[in-house]
């Protein structure tokens, strides 16, 4: 909302400085963006009285004239305007001068004749986007006077962010019952005489409301012979200050009152409206309509029409209709000022992407009593502006009557609520100041709220009015005491900490936290291979990028490595925490949301040359994170499997714990990791954040005593085909279960090289519980161990 | 006589030869083949002294003495040039150290900005007593809209364009529907704060259609607004420091009321709107930025999870970590957190 100072101040003695008043109704909740200066650019331009005017002797179409501008010299000017004439006061741009539109005025020759300034035209000084000839300026205007200052320009325009509750903000007159109440100044009333003339408005038009939901008042005027022409030069300077373009006498009359008073309204030529009615019903389903603006809009049964006898006129508090605007031929008006059904209105705004005006204020309410001095006031008006005659009378109807809202405040309940020592009488006289009418009663209150203001339906809005006025600023801070209750003592084993430990592993394992969008486009998951039904799409997405959730990680863990790379950033070490989503019937919200730990590598294994060898991270580095993942957080060590096949991971191992399925690592497919632009192996983790979670929070550290005897370690070195795995022959070692055995580590590979067959060594760590074994008891088991293992499996030793 | 004399003096005479070998020994190597070579079990001492049973007893009684003084000295001798070319060897190897040479350094692992602002702003609140809880991200209209008192086809809705998944269910779009879920399942005293992700159908300079809230919400007897202040006091303190100034001002949310903006002195021109003789781009002059929205939970919002308004009162706020991260770092661009290029992703730890 743009808040001209000098119109408010038609409804308010406010005399400061506007930033006061942008500081003051900022504190109010009115908050002010900007403070704009719309006449800046012509704020050098001064009037000039046209002494002389002279043909240029070198050219037909030019005048060379002398211009009284108030100085001690009379300048000599060259103007182009045929309607320039000796006695005209005129607005005068001087040497040195730069205009709205970028032009610097300099002293020049024009055809041989010397010009020192220029006359203006509107278009030039910003007031019009065309203009015939130069500006005439009003009598009285003294030559010499800035023309801003002559024609009362606004110095000053705030821009006020008005919030969704504060329709009643959404006009001057509102404004400035705000700044009255703010600064404790009086405030005039609209001015709304309008003298009525012949017959009764009633007796030409019919006024139906057969659903009475879509309207509760409607109310229009007749203004007989009205002269369609320009608004005077006050109304559209004013119009242009809070940025209304101006298009003729009428329709300006209508937006003048819409921003002083807030209220909506539309003229219809009386002429194009048939069978003598007005009739606001709902629009068919596919029912087609073209507004005023051109368009042919496509209704539905949820929108409201205004229909005359025969045909729809306009699409309700939305848009006026082409077929019955004002146009120049226009001579009678019918001005309709009604009030809309809030939610009617926004549906059919939002369907049609069409906001106006006009739907903004009907979308948050009307004054349903004010309807009739904006009607009064606007009708007044046109009639001033256009030379028409308003007829006698107001055809209307009414299908629910406005009623008083009547509420109650305890002045100890907004006190106990806002922590601020606000009197009785501070109540009272805030709430009178905006407009309701209050009266004491027992412990309380009785307020009745204004019809401007919708937003005040309980107690708790009146608490919201005293302290918003008293200054929310001046609430002063005390720290509660936060009383806890017994059965809330679970919260460490809260998704949050949780969250929080695995991602600290993460960083101390290296790895770099990025955070993808939880949407991505259906295009990469068809890169991934990801089934069609589990996706969920976004129904009403920004970009085709943007369009499905993500079941998995990796594809933006991918987007993020795509991103390095093109930053020339080639080697990564990535992880994301976050959530998944797959549709899910049974969930309320038709979605399942999962808990995903993400990991991608890529590229060189360490990140400085030297004093590192030059390789790719590869599976065990991948393996590796997962394996010091449940290790340090002490978890039991999970198992790796190859896993048949994966939509984009190849290889892909399945990690499990005790049969449960924790996840997978492996390889991103050469053909999906060249899509993100990688020149080298992807190796990709989606480990099940939530499993590891629930491990997390049910695990119980218990301490094993230290052994009390010497170990004794042997290594064995099994000679096997490439496709025996090595967690086979370690299982197989256990399987066999030796005395004593500790622990099984690999402690050796080595593969000669065209050998069909590679050595792994093991190294196997016996001890006793009760006794140092010795060197003959070990190897009677080691050599028992080896006899078995050889006939079990097709190894040699 | 003349031999024990001769075998006495051959011993003593060792002494001289092995103290001028040792001399010329500059490896540790060499050392010990001269070490082998005298002291050996077959060394030159050794050799000299498996004479000793040959002599009269006089006579091997002074050689015997003469071979363990002289055993004794060559052992010294050696361990004193042992010293020696430790030491030799420690200087030069002190002389060619350089600690200038690139370490062996494990992997540097990052947390992203995000992470760490919501850490240090649940850890406040954690501080003051709050719980931490989290909530589904794709939400029923009920819990996004309708329990936080936006009717439908309320205007309020318009502050927070909406991405739907179907009529019914919908990307929150606020941390707040936390607020019902956890006032729904626990009854007062309660205090949370709720993190997490929020979409809204918004994208430019300074709109991402995914970023990062914090919820947060008192309900007990007795909260009033003061309260409210003092927490967001304590809170705004913590994480821009004690000299912060707080300002609320009017606002307007369908599930607060009152409402109120809190704001702070500018973090970047501390509160003087300008920096050096221009003006400060971040808070454009007034010296205030905006940080978080608040106020007292409105009442319908307490009919909604079956709570007397007339018994029990609540303050809750919402603010985003965005732009939190974005003040405290200076971080001037919003889209930076989403691209996740490691050399932004670096610089916070």
Known sequence: MLLSLNWLREFTPFEGEAQVLADRLTMLGLEVEDIKRPFDGIKDVVAGRVLTREKHPEADKLSVCAVDVGGPEVLRIVCGAANVAAGQTVPVALIGTTLPNGLTIKKSAIRGVESCGMICSETELGFAEKSSGIMLLPDGVRPGQKIAQALSLDEAVLEVSVTPNRADCLSHLGLARETATAFGLPLASPRAAVSEHGPDAGSLIRIELPEPDLCPVYQARVIHGAAIGESPLWMRLRLLAVGVRAISNVVDCTNYVLMELGQPQHAFDLALIEGGVIRVSRAAEGQRFTTLDGVERVLTASDALICDGVKPVALAGVMGGANSEINDASRDVLLECAVFNPAVIRKTARRLGLSSEASYRFERGVDQPGSLTALNRCAGLIAETSGGRVLTGIASATASPWTETKLSLRPKRARRILGLELTDEFCRKTLTSLGCRVEAAKDALAVAAPPYRLDLTREIDLIEEVGRVYGLDRIPAKLPKVAKDLSTATAAASEFLLWARLRAWAKGAGLRETIGYSFVGDKDLDLFAVESAPRIPVANPLSEDQNVMRPALAPGLLLAMKNNIAQGNASLRLFELAKVFAKDAASPTTARESGRLGIVLTGERFAAPWPNPREDADYLDLKGLAEHLFASLGLPAPAFERAAEHPWLSPCVNVTLAGRDLGQLGRILPEVARAYHARKDVWCAELDADALCALLAARRNAFAALPKFPPVRRDLTVIAAQDIGAQTVIEAVWSINPKDLEEVILADLFTPEGAAQRNLTLRLTYRAKDKTLTDPEVDKTQAALISILTATLPVRV | ?349
């Open chain 2, 1 to 349: 006589m003349s031999g024990g004399h001769t075998l006495a003096t051959e011993i003593e005479g060792l002494v001289g030869e092995c103290e001028s070998l040792l001399g010329q020994a500059s490896s540790f190597e060499a050392l010990e083949a001269l070490r082998v070579e005298f002291l050996g079990r077959k060394g030159r001492l050794a050799a000299v002294m498996s004479r000793l049973p040959g002599l009269e007893p006089e006579e091997r009684r002074q050689a015997g003495a003469a071979a363990n003084k002289v055993k004794d000295t060559l052992g010294a001798l050696y361990l004193k040039r042992q010293d020696a070319l430790a030491r030799q060897a420690e200087t030069a190897m002190l002389a060619a150290f350089d600690a200038t040479l690139p370490g062996r350094a494990p992997a540097a692992g990052s947390l992203h900005p995000i992470t760490i602002v919501t850490g240090e702003i649940c850890t406040v609140f954690r501080e003051l007593g709050f719980d931490v809880v989290t909530g589904p991200e794709i939400e029923t209209d009920f819990y996004n809209f309708e329990a936080l008192n936006f009717p439908p086809e309320h205007p309020a809705r318009d502050m927070q364009d909406t991405l739907y998944i179907t009529d019914a269910t919908l990307l929150r779009t606020h941390t707040s529907p936390l607020q019902i879920r956890t006032l729904e399942s626990t009854a007062p005293p309660v205090a949370a704060v709720a993190p997490g992700k929020v979409y809204r159908r918004d994208s430019d300079l300074t709109h991402s259609p995914m970023f990062h809230q914090i919820e947060g919400f008192l309900v007990d007897r007795e909260v009033s607004m003061a309260d409210l202040r003092g927490v967001l006091t304590y809170f705004l303190h913590a994480i821009f420091g004690r000299d912060t100034r707080v300002r609320f001002r009017p606002s307007f949310f369908p599930f607060t009321e009152p409402s109120a903006e809190a704001d702070i002195s500018c973090v970047i021109c501390a509160g003087s709107g300008h920096a050096g003789t221009d003006t400060c781009r971040v808070c454009k002059g007034t010296g205030w930025v905006e940080i978080l929205g608040c106020g007292m939970i409105d009442p319908n919002v307490l009919a909604a999870v079956n709570l007397d308004p007339e018994e029990y009162s609540g303050f809750a706020f919402g603010l985003g970590v965005e732009r939190v991260a974005m003040l405290k770092y200076g971080i001037g661009d919003l889209r930076l957190f989403f691209e996740n290029d490691v050399r932004f992703l670096a610089q916070f730890a």
